[in-house]
């Protein structure tokens, strides 16, 4: 079939978040043909399978179906048994919809300083009052109608009502409140500290609502100037001199196949936009010159400046009456947001979400957990090619917590969340308190599946039983000897424990960052466009210059709701692909 497409006007290279918006938004005009490639499958209302439907997202993102099987990262540079440096399985979607159709669907925006930052970092166009206009626009927020929200966007955003939260989670707020840590309603209004109850992206009937479902309705797929393919591989762009002129595309089992466009939009994530830029010879010239690639554009910041939020938590036991009774609701249901102690905080720089359950599994069920994370991230990281054969993986390197502040910001979150489940009032409540982490260990036990089922199951009925000894089950099968009194009393044995248990949250963003045309390390203009380059754009997670102090779903589908209207404003001034 790709053997006989015609030349189009936008060729979308990735059906995620961003590359929903922009199919959707780009076919409204009747006169322009939009063809949407996707490496992974077809989803839409009718057909999303359970695991992803479900308001409880817990599963989506464990089915390798759903992302790309062979994605590794480093996380933080810290050693495995073998003293390499770990390699993680780095979960990113790989069906129409992306990191929306298998993320924990919830709903942050950031502080609006976040996008006046972008604009201080060179980002032309870029400012909070622009965002706030772009998450009204994609939003029809079910809870509240101000100034902050919108009533009719694709995108349902809702809390969960006081009446769903688990009774864990109302005790870790009334705990937080107590402790003089203000009650809110809403955390995507003004930027405040305080404690706010969970939003999420689900629809009316309790559905998740992917980008792929939210934007590319019946309706829009039926547009006759909009082509959405699936099973089908972006290889590498196609050029003429300085000008972009496609990209060569393989659908599943065919050979490659070029196709010709007018302009092209890259939104294949945070890892793989840079990696197609890079293997079709845009980036460090030397850098693709050792991988035999011929350096076409030679641009040093593709693949630099990776960000992520850096996680930690601490769990406790929950007894029968405070677990979580319907387990298809969604089990992050409150969040703390707080400004750390170090000398330039920005405001509300760190952000902890509280667990009714902390997995689909038994022993999920039975923990509580506070998730702690910085949210306004100064590590960096790069993504760099291993080989040209667009098959092979890029080698992923976050170096969390490389920047001391996020060290200390994170031990800081640790010392909170362990201080605050330990309450007297909690206590009383609550089984023992310990650390937890999301290691490759925990992965592989809590993997679907019969045998890891039935172990887990008998060692959560364990728990139950053990009485007083269940401290001594937790210390030695769950945390394998790591004592959190230890870790307390021990500033440098908490940084160890840190340095090696720190996850990300999938917030892979950043590598094709956005600045001023003389900032050397600036990839894509305030528009998305590839600096240096005639019809290229890059308009996704991976042109924001610096981390929002949220989850990167909203603000990925802001960016990409901004970035159509750029373009659509470009087409109308004469100035398409230039
Ligand atoms: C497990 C998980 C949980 C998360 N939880 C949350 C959350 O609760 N809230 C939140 O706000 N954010 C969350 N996120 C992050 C959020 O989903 C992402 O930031 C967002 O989806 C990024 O959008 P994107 O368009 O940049 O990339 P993506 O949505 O990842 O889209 C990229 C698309 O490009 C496709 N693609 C890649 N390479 C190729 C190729 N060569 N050819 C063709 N297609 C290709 C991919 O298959 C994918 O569909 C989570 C992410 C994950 C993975």
Redesign the pocket.
């Known amino acids: 079939m790709t053997r006989n497409i015609q030349a189009v006007d936008y060729l979308i ?7 929903c918006v922009l199919a959707a938004r780009l076919s409204e005009d009747p006169s322009k043909t939009v063809l949407l ?4 499958r077809d989803i839409t209302r009718d057909s999303m399978p359970k695991d992803i439907r479900a308001r409880y ?1 817990g599963l ?2 464990l089915d390798r179906a759903n ?2 099987p062979t994605l590794e990262a480093r996380i933080s540079g810290a050693p495995d048994t073998k003293g390499k440096q770990a390699l993680r399985l780095y ?18 925006r950031g502080a609006l300083d976040d996008y006046d930052e972008w604009g201080r970092i060179g980002a032309e166009g870029w400012d909070g009052e622009t965002a706030l206009r772009y998450f009204r626009k994609l939003e029809r927020d079910v809870d509240f109608d101000n100034e902050y929200h919108g009533k009719d966007g694709p995108i349902p955003v809702r809390r969960l009502p006081a009446n769903k939260v688990s009774p864990f989670v109302q005790a870790v707020k009334r705990t937080l409140v107590a402790q003089g840590y203000p009650a809110r309603d809403d955390q995507n209004g003004l930027w405040e500290d305080g404690v706010f109850p969970s939003c999420i992206t689900v629809s009316d009937d309790g559905h998740r609502v992917p ?1 792929s479902v939210g934007y590319l309705t019946d309706e829009v797929r039926a547009r006759s100037n909009l082509t959405i393919q699936t099973g ?4 590498k762009l196609t050029f003429d001199g300085k000008r972009v002129t496609g990209a060569v ?1 393989a659908r599943d089992g065919e050979d490659p196949c070029p196709i010709p466009a007018g302009e092209t939009l890259v ?4 890892i ?2 840079c ?2 830029l890079l293997r079709s010879g845009i980036g460090p010239a030397e850098e693709l010159q050792s991988l035999g690639i011929c350096s076409r554009h030679d641009l040093a910041g593709v693949g630099k400046n990776l960000m992520e939020h850096p996680l930690i938590a601490v769990s406790t036991y929950l007894p029968p009456a405070l677990r979580m009774q319907d387990l298809e609701e969604h089990h ?1 249901q409150a969040l703390l947001r707080y400004t750390s102690s170090i000398s330039d905080a920005e405001a509300g720089d760190m952000h902890c979400a509280i667990l009714g359950r902390t997995a689909w599994h038994g022993i999920g069920q039975r923990l509580g957990t506070i998730l702690v994370w910085v949210n306004k991230a100064f590590s960096r990281g790069e993504v760099r090619l291993r080989s040209a054969d ?1 098959r092979v993986e890029p080698e992923v390197d976050f170096r969390l917590l490389s920047d001391p502040r996020d060290m200390e910001r994170l031990k800081e979150g640790f010392r909170l969340a362990a201080k605050i489940l330990s309450n007297p009032d909690l206590k009383q409540v609550c089984g023992p308190v310990f650390p937890t982490s999301y290691s490759e260990r925990v992965k592989r036990v809590s993997a679907p599946g019969p045998w890891n089922a039935f172990q887990l199951r008998l060692f959560s009925k364990m728990l139950d039983w053990a009485g007083p000894l269940r401290n001594l089950l937790i210390h030695t099968v769950v945390t394998k000897g790591i004592s959190l009194r230890k870790l307390l009393a021990d500033d440098r044995g908490l940084e160890g424990f840190i340095g090696n248990s720190v996850s990300g ?5 950043g590598t094709c960052r956005m600045g001023a045309p003389d900032d050397p390390m600036a990839v894509t203009d305030g528009g998305g466009r590839v600096l240096g380059l005639d019809g290229l754009r890059v308009c ?3 042109i924001m210059p610096s981390i929002p102090r ?7 589908m802001m960016l ?1 709701e901004r970035l159509a209207d750029v373009i659509k404003a470009n087409e109308d001034a004469g100035l398409s692909g230039t």
């Open positions: 290279l990735g059906g995620g978040s961003a590359g490639i996707e490496a992974g997202p989506a993102y992302i790309w979960e990113q979607g790989r069906v129409l919809g992306g990191g929306s159709a298998i993320n924990a669907m919830v709903a942050n980008a089908t591989h972006a290889l595309v939104t294949m994530g945070g793989h936009s990696a197609l992050d667009p949250v999938w917030h892979a963003s996704d997670s991976s949220a989850n990167t779903n909203l603000p990925t990409a």
